[in-house]
């Protein structure tokens, strides 16, 4: 079982950026996939970004390429969300994903586990 943690949510100045974190317990880490996924109020989760295991392959919605960068640190048991450039479309509850492969997969229903999620709130 593979508990999640998010955090760095606030609120934010449209042209800002912001990092997000992801702190990970319980599983093997190392071993799984990440994905970042966001929920605007009204709309479905969408997702944001994935990172295979290792940190060598990254996927990226095309509406966030170029913007955000999804990255991890397996010795932390961490995945971070650095996003930059933020417009008010950007503000959403961010949530963190586990998968039990290892491939940066979009669908989350090929991902296990979940977490709480972190609210960022950008402001035109």
């Known amino acids: 079982q593979v508990h999640l943690v998010e955090s760095g949510g606030r609120l934010v100045q449209a042209g800002d950026s912001l990092r997000l974190s992801c702190a990970a317990s319980?599983?093997?880490?190392?071993?799984?996939?990440m994905g970042w996924f966001r929920q605007a109020p009204g709309k479905e989760r969408e997702f944001v970004a994935g990172?295979?295991?290792?940190?060598?392959?990254?996927l990226y919605a095309d509406s966030m390429k170029g913007r955000f960068t999804i990255s991890r640190d397996n010795a932390k048991n961490t995945v971070y969300l650095q996003m930059n450039s933020l417009t008010p479309e950007d503000t959403a509850v961010y949530y963190c994903?586990?998968?039990?492969?290892?491939?940066?997969?979009?669908?989350?229903?090929?991902?296990?586990?979940w977490g709480q999620g972190t609210q960022v709130t950008v402001s035109s």
């Open positions: 319980g599983g093997a880490f190392s071993n799984s996939a």
């Open positions: 990172i295979n295991w290792s940190g060598g392959s990254t």
């Open positions: 994903a586990a998968s039990v492969g290892t491939y940066p997969y979009t669908s989350p229903q090929l991902y296990q586990y």
